[in-house]
T-cell receptor
Framework: NAGVTQTPKFQVLKTGQSMTLQCAQD?????MSWYRQDPGMGLRLIHY???????DQGEVPNGYNVSRSTTEDFPLRLLSAAPSQTSVYFC???????????FGAGTRLSVL | GESVGLHLPTLSVQEGDNSIINCAYS??????FIWYKQESGKGPQFIID?????DKRQGQRVTVLLNKTVKHLSLQIAATQPGDSAVYFC???????????FGRGTSLIVHP
């Protein structure tokens, strides 16, 4: 199993551009989440999903959209990138009934 | 609001020493705690967990201690090795929620 795969690994955007961060998992996990990690800070939850077709907002959802059309994929869309969205983004998945999260390697995003 | 926090942001130890990383939590309803390790450039990885009906749990070279009286959690790493250098996060869950609350993290630096 590949686990949780995030693409791209690195991305540079200009202010106002839009893009989609991809996340895919091959473990048939029901739950998936997106976090951002800023220097000296912990992980802050952006959006999460408890199953295909179901998404909900986390702690810092503004400026981001998500969708969950399949169990495997959970893309994160930046609608109009801002410098404040420069961060490292992590996707995670969790099997139903469990609590341990499995993280991807992250996407390092810079917005100029 | 209630949150998970860490006492020390950086811990430096010599190779072979034992390391203790501390975490304070304030949500008395939390009943499940997890430690994650994040190596440079990677996503967090599960190390060990403990439920609130336990006060100690041991793994390979790691031990987690839970003191519910003072709402304190610690991760002990025996015979610390250079490969243990990483950021360590504690996370707490409340029953029924699979989305944990993460602390800020402690950077462990192991000197050879």
């Amino acid at each position: 199993n590949a686990g949780v795969t995030q693409t791209p690994k690195f991305q540079v955007l200009k202010t106002g551009q839009s893009m989609t961060l991809q996340c895919a998992q091959d473990m048939n996990h029901e739950y998936m989440s997106w976090y951002r990690q800023d220097p000296g800070m912990g992980l802050r939850l952006i959006h999460y999903s408890v199953g295909a077709g179901i998404t909900d907002q986390g702690e810092v959802p503004n400026g981001y959209n998500v969708s969950r059309s399949t169990t495997e994929d959970f893309p994160l869309r930046l609608l109009s990138a801002a410098p404040s969205q420069t961060s490292v983004y992590f996707c995670a998945s969790t099997p139903q009934g469990a609590d341990i999260q499995y993280f991807g390697a992250g996407t390092r995003l810079s917005v100029l | 609001g209630e949150s998970v926090g860490l006492h020390l942001p950086t811990l430096s130890v010599q190779e072979g020493d034992n390391s203790i990383i501390n975490c304070a939590y304030s949500n008395s309803a939390s009943d499940y705690f997890i430690w994650y390790k994040q190596e440079s450039g990677k996503g967090p990885q599960f190390i060990i967990d403990i439920r609130s009906n336990m006060d100690k749990r041991q793994g390979q070279r790691v031990t987690v201690l839970l003191n519910k009286t003072v709402k304190h959690l610690s991760l002990q790493i025996a015979a610390t090795q250079p490969g243990d250098s990483a950021v360590y996060f504690c996370a707490e869950n409340t029953g029924g929620s699979y989305i944990p609350t993460f602390g800020r993290g402690t950077s462990l630096i192991v000197h050879p």
